[in-house]
């Protein structure tokens, strides 16, 4: 449980670090010579290793824990804007921030290690169409559709993605885990989520398109979590998992509205 809670902790500050890095390559140069900037190259290198530590956790954590530590990465976010960007740091910054720690270590204390099991009956195709279904919404909705749709469809892509890596058997290895039908789904989802929040960025304010992100990548899968893969809590913990969870959220969306977290997304999706 150590190495997965390590893993996965590590994956935030990965990605929270890395809009940071974006923001600052928005600032040395434009348009699409802004793809060459190291800072912007060494970024998405340092998602990739991010996505790799995601799916350790995911082999031995629940849904629900490891995707409200991912969207702790605002925290990161906000503090390094603060010392790299100079933005501002409201004291309602400081009680979330506090907020959010303290929930993900009842999170943490209430689910323990759950190796990931092999999925249900009917939950690979079930998944494989819904991606499809995913797909084409995000192809039909990418031109006309509004912020906040495209917001929502970019958390059910990630939350997708987040859910098919869970499913994942690794009993014999990588190359069996890879091949299997499950990693189209992976690669379907994690596309449209990348596709429709870059475009809900370009609509919408960043502070509320990030709140949404948020939210429906950590209670879409919690859910299937819990309702489909079995995941569960320890005897007793049920109510402090449900307000720790609904705690780090509220945090999550205040730091998300953030003027620091604004500023470092909108510079980060101008990347």
């Given at each position: 449980m150590t190495l997965a809670l390590l893993a996965v902790t590590a994956t935030a500050v990965i990605y929270g670090t890395t809009t940071i890095m974006e923001a600052v390559a928005t600032r040395r140069s434009h348009g699409l010579s802004t793809?060459?900037?190291?800072?912007?190259?060494a970024a998405l290198l340092l998602d990739g290793v991010g996505w790799l530590l995601s799916l350790v956790a995911l082999d031995r954590l629940p849904l629900f824990v490891v995707q409200a530590v991912q969207a702790s990465s605002v925290v990161v976010v906000v503090v390094l804007a603060r010392f790299v960007l100079r933005t501002r740091f409201r004291v309602v910054d400081g009680v979330a921030i506090a907020v959010v720690v303290g929930a993900l270590v009842v999170l943490a204390r209430a689910s323990g290690e759950q190796p990931a099991v092999t999925p249900p009956d009917g939950f690979?195709?079930?998944?494989?169409?819904?991606?499809?279904?995913?797909?084409?919404?995000t192809a039909g909705l990418y031109r006309r559709g509004g912020a906040l749709v495209l917001a929502l469809l970019g958390g059910l892509g990630y939350s997708?993605?987040?859910?098919?890596?869970?499913?994942?058997?690794?009993?014999?290895?990588?190359?069996?885990?890879v091949l299997q039908p499950l990693s189209i789904a992976v690669v379907v989802c994690g596309a449209c989520?990348?596709?429709a929040s870059l475009r809900a960025l370009e609509r919408g304010g960043a502070g509320t398109v990030?709140?949404?992100l948020s939210v429906t990548e950590v209670v879409v899968p919690g859910v299937v979590g819990v309702v489909v893969l079995g995941?569960?809590?320890?005897a007793g913990w049920a109510?402090?998992?449900?307000?720790?969870?609904l705690a780090a959220l509220t945090a999550c969306w205040v730091l998300a509205t953030s003027p620091?977290?604004?500023q470092a997304e909108d510079a980060g999706a101008a990347a």
């Open positions: 793809v060459t900037q190291p800072l912007v190259v690979t195709p079930a998944l494989l169409v819904g991606s499809v279904v995913l797909a084409a919404l997708g993605a987040a859910i098919a890596a869970r499913g994942l058997h690794a009993a014999q290895g990588l190359a069996d885990t989520g990348a596709l990030s709140a949404v995941d569960s809590v320890r109510p402090w998992a449900v307000l720790a969870v620091a977290n604004r």
